[in-house]
Nanobody, 125 residues
Framework: QVQLVESGGGLVQAGGSLRLSCAGR????????VAWFRQAPGKAREPLAG???????YYTDSMKGRFTISRDNAKDMVYLQIDSLKPEDTAVYYC???????????????????WGLGTQVTVSS
């Protein structure tokens, strides 16, 4: 079992950058696939990026280029770097963990059994 805690959100101007952090609390965090999702008001939760225990990365096509996922298993941390922020990036950002996803289904939210509470990102124009 693992608990996830996101941090790093906030208010930022368009064009700026943020690095979101996901701290995994559990002795075996390093075995989990971890992904970032976001949910804007009135919209469905959407996948952004995923990373395997060995740091193989996956991205939703529309997120490639501005989003970079990474992890530090020694620190039980997963990060999401977001560059060139746009007002439409405003959302609550969640990290999620699973031991049953791979490159074919990492983007499916129902595959993730562990979720953090989210961190709010607000981008002003």
């Amino acid at each position: 079992q693992v608990q996830l805690v996101e941090s790093g959100g906030g208010l930022v101007q368009a064009g700026g950058s943020l690095r979101l952090s996901c701290a995994g609390r559990g002795r075996t965090f390093g075995i989990y696939e971890v992904a970032w999702f976001r949910q804007a008001p009135g919209k469905a939760r959407e996948p952004l990026a995923g990373i395997s225990p060995t740091s193989i990365t996956y991205y939703t096509d529309s997120m490639k280029g501005r989003f970079t996922i990474s992890r530090d298993n020694a620190k039980d941390m997963v990060y999401l770097q977001i560059d060139s922020l746009k007002p439409e990036d405003t959302a609550v950002y969640y990290c999620a963990a699973s031991v049953s996803v791979d490159s074919s289904n990492w983007f499916s939210a129902v595959k993730y059994g562990y979720w953090g509470l989210g961190t709010q990102v607000t981008v002003s124009s």
